[in-house]
């Protein structure tokens, strides 16, 4: 297997992607991205006024990610990128061909995630969870992480699922 050089935290809206990516970036000293920093204008005012986003909605977006970590793969510049990834071919799209991209899984009971997106200033309303929790294809090759451990001990259960100490 080759060595980790990317590693996508993915779940749904809320699960706490960015705060556990962040956290391990800095555990590691690695680069971090939020896909939600991606999205065109025209996305995030869709998912604002309560749209779901369609698949070709989605893929210009997904294609730009992709090109990010393929540049931070190529240029050895190790990335943890926050996004959704909700469905396998979302995944596939992500990652393509490229070496060392590891995924990681947060996921945790549906009212932990409602209330944590109730408390929280974004663009993503809570009325579009139960469209995320429909859309999620559960990953076969991902490092799960429950949402109800502290951050801490999320990204030590990270770095040691991939071997990164």
Known sequence: MPSTTAIIVMGVSGSGKTTLGIALAGRLGW?????DDFHPETNVQKMARGEPLTDADRAPWLATLHGLLARHVA???????ACSALKERYRATLHGDLDG???VHVHGPRELIEARMRARDHFMPPSLLDSQFAALELPT???????ARPVEDEVELVVQALGLA
């Open 141 to 147: 090759d991902a490092t799960m992480v429950d949402i």
């Open 75 to 81: 240029e050895e510049r190790p990335l943890v990128l």
């Open 101 to 103: 991209v590891r995924l």
């Open 31 to 35: 680069g971090f991205a939020d896909a």
